[in-house]
């Protein structure tokens, strides 16, 4: 799978947006470019993934440019409980049996 | 839904001990997996099962022996382990390929003392 970089952390002002980039220039046709957080101790939460087009859900969107050489995840309006380790991860699955490799993650601390 | 269960929640033993972890689903999956986080680090695969039968062992030492009796059920019998074993233990799966996405549990944290 590719190799992913993000900024180790990140800060935002709760109730404004978060926009968490990720670079993954060396990503193949058919990898997903997937996002998981975990709050502190606990599991890696499922946020989204997409492979070319933005994608929308209720927790956030996926902008992934053209080139799909990189990406950003929006959280758009911030609160307290975002506080996490935000992982990008550049997936295929079939190749790898379903192997997710994580990376180190952005920190990101939104502050009253 | 979709929730994955992990007891125990935390889990102290000593290098002799031998214990179990336990893993449970109820979405239908068929892809399971195994995570071992240490401190201040991102998860690492250890095993992946599917269809019960073991796909991928990421050159885990013997004493991590896991065990998948049914297609919900998933197990990790610990055994001889070492100080340097504790961590947080995450489990996951997913629906029927391995290009599905994957969906963890609260992971069982793990003291060997």
């Known amino acids: 799978d590719a190799k992913t970089t993000q900024p180790p952390s990140m800060d935002c002002a709760e109730g404004r947006a978060a926009n968490l980039p990720c670079n993954h220039s060396?990503?193949?046709?058919?990898?997903?470019v997937y996002w998981y957080r975990q709050i502190h101790s606990q599991g890696p939460q499922y946020i989204i993934h997409?492979?070319?087009n933005n994608e929308t859900n209720e927790m956030a969107s996926l902008i992934i440019t053209e080139d799909r050489k990189s990406s950003t995840l929006i959280l758009p309006h911030a609160t307290l409980r975002d506080t996490a380790v935000y992982y990008c991860?550049?997936?295929?699955?079939?190749?790898?049996?379903?192997?997710?490799?994580f990376g180190q993650g952005t920190i990101l601390t939104v502050h009253p | 839904d979709t929730e994955v269960t992990q007891t125990p929640k935390h889990l102290v033993m000593g290098m002799t001990n031998k214990k179990s972890l336990k893993c449970e689903q109820h979405?239908?999956?068929?892809?399971m997996y195994w995570y071992k986080q240490k401190a201040k680090k991102p998860p690492e695969l250890m095993f992946v099962?599917?269809?019960?039968?073991?796909?991928i062992n990421e050159s885990v030492p013997s004493r991590f022996s896991p065990e998948c009796p049914n297609s919900s059920l998933l197990n990790l019998h610990l055994h001889a382990l070492q100080p340097e074993d504790s961590a947080l233990y995450l489990c996951?799966?997913?629906?029927?390929?391995?290009?599905?996405?994957?969906?963890f549990g609260p992971g069982t944290r793990l003291t060997v003392l």
């Open positions: 996951a799966s997913s629906n029927d390929r391995f290009t599905d996405t994957q969906y």
């Open positions: 060396t990503i193949s046709g058919n990898e997903y």
């Open positions: 997409g492979l070319k």
């Open positions: 991860i550049a997936f295929a699955g079939g190749t790898s049996y379903g192997k997710l490799t």
């Open positions: 979405m239908g999956h068929r892809a």
């Open positions: 099962y599917s269809y019960e039968k073991l796909s």
